[in-house]
């Protein structure tokens, strides 16, 4: 059996726009750990889905599904940055 090819759909969407995004953050852009973890904050709210090869889902989408879904990675990589940069705050102050 052939696991090596599963992953989430949604991870490269993710890290594309985490990195993106990072341009906003100057403060952020070289600071890898903090990256990964609004990374996985994203991730994390977003539903997941396993595919083998991007094509797999892209092929079965609708045109709506796929704004949907550029929209909702979008969402929650903006939430996950103000809520990184909000417990690294809370954590400074102590």
Known sequence: MD???IHNFYEK???STVREQSQHFP???DNDDVLADIACVALNRLPPRY???DV???FFQ???ERTESERAVMEAVEFAYGFV???NAMR???
């Open 27 to 29: 403060h952020l852009q």
């Open 92 to 94: 400074a102050r102590r």
């Open 3 to 5: 696991i090596a090819s």
């Open 85 to 87: 940069q909000a417990r």
């Open 51 to 53: 595919i083998r090869h």
């Open 62 to 64: 609708t045109e709506h």
């Open 56 to 58: 797999d889902l892209a």
């Open 13 to 15: 969407a993710v890290f």
